[in-house]
């Protein structure tokens, strides 16, 4: 089994050598899109989902805080990971490394949509979410490091080219995503692509920031903001962490369809990291509702705990 193995990777690692150094056309996507999100938002998923469909290649975080390899995460790119000409392109342009190794004709047979998952502070040129008050959750996580410089600005880039499609995955529940990416935290568990894997999170309980708590309700909205300004002419569709949940198939059916691809029925291969009730999860509600009730009425906060 292991030569099996090794044999099937190598072959694939031949064959997409031989696409990406062009001594091979292989498919070019009619569609390229961005799956855009913040932490903790059930953008894994997502992301598994899409992958799943045999017409779509979607990447990890390909500017993740990682600057020694670059998470391609899919068979045959596994030198190409850690290859210095790659990461300094990568480093240097992020643009062009985008047309280099993700949007060239490179993909197999029968692949429509080709994209990658960037979260709101990754390969940014600015960086007011690390400004004072709004510096708690993505400090916890890791600074993103710089990709580009002015004259190679992903995100402008992304922006001049209105082809590009934008997937904007949103959690409405901020209070859920930060007991999230606590209790990840703790367990070194940030989801299947990223380090630490799965580890039980039933004993864990989590003490929220009051200020924190308003900081990422604002900060939120700012970046949602953002994309909705900045990519007001693109082809753009908008959902829910608590959509793909509650309604899997028909949030699934509107990508597809948004991404060019036909309906498939797909099964999600994440799973949920806090496994008990969220009202369970944090110590301090009762300073939490008190303390943000002139941002988040009493009835939001109480809609929140019951995810």
């Known amino acids: 089994m292991k030569i099996r193995r090794r044999g099937s990777s190598l072959r694939?690692?031949?064959?997409?050598?031989?696409?990406?150094?062009?001594?091979?056309?292989?498919?070019?996507?009619?569609?390229?899109?961005?799956?855009?999100?913040?932490?903790?938002?059930?953008?894994?998923?997502?992301?598994?989902l899409i992958d799943a469909h045999p017409g779509a290649e979607c990447f990890y975080e390909l500017f993740h805080i990682h600057?020694?390899?670059?998470?391609?995460?899919?068979?045959?790119?596994?030198?190409?990971?850690?290859?210095?000409?790659?990461?300094?392109?990568?480093?240097?342009d992020p643009w062009a490394f985008l047309q280099r190794y993700i949007w060239a004709p490179v993909h197999r047979a029968g692949v429509r949509a080709v994209g990658f998952k960037l979260h709101y502070a990754q390969a940014r040129q600015d960086s007011w979410w690390h400004e004072g008050e709004f510096a708690g959750m993505w400090h916890a996580c890791g600074i993103p490091p710089l990709y580009g410089d002015r004259d190679h600005d992903l995100w402008q880039a992304l922006r001049d080219d209105r082809e590009v499609r934008i997937v904007h995955l949103i959690r409405r529940n901020i209070l859920a995503s930060m007991v999230s990416s606590q209790t990840a935290q703790r367990t070194a568990s940030w989801g299947d692509q990223a380090s630490g894997g799965y580890r039980s999170s039933d004993d864990i309980r989590v003490r929220i920031e009051p200020g924190h708590l308003r900081h990422a309700l604002q900060q939120q909205q700012r970046f949602e903001a953002e994309i909705e300004t900045w990519f007001a002419d693109h082809p753009r569709?908008?959902?829910?962490?608590?959509?793909?949940?509650?309604?899997?198939?028909?949030?699934?059916?509107?990508?597809?369809?948004?991404?060019?691809?036909?309906?498939?029925?797909?099964?999600?291969?994440?799973?949920?990291?806090?496994?008990?009730?969220?009202?369970?999860?944090?110590?301090?509600?009762?300073?939490?509702?008190?303390?943000?009730?002139?941002?988040?009425?009493?009835?939001?906060?109480?809609?929140?705990?019951?995810?």
């Open 12 to 48: 694939s690692h031949l064959w997409r050598q031989l696409h990406i150094q062009g001594w091979w056309r292989g498919q070019a996507p009619a569609t390229r899109f961005v799956v855009i999100s913040t932490i903790r938002s059930g953008s894994t998923m997502l992301v598994d």
């Open 67 to 92: 600057p020694d390899a670059i998470p391609f995460a899919k068979e045959g790119y596994d030198l190409l990971a850690t290859r210095p000409a790659a990461l300094d392109l990568r480093r240097r």
């Open 237 to 307: 569709l908008t959902l829910t962490y608590e959509e793909l949940v509650g309604q899997r198939q028909q949030q699934l059916d509107r990508v597809f369809d948004f991404l060019g691809l036909d309906r498939r029925s797909i099964a999600p291969t994440t799973r949920k990291l806090r496994t008990i009730p969220l009202r369970d999860s944090i110590l301090n509600l009762e300073e939490l509702a008190a303390a943000c009730h002139d941002i988040l009425p009493p009835s939001a906060f109480e809609a929140y705990l019951q995810e």
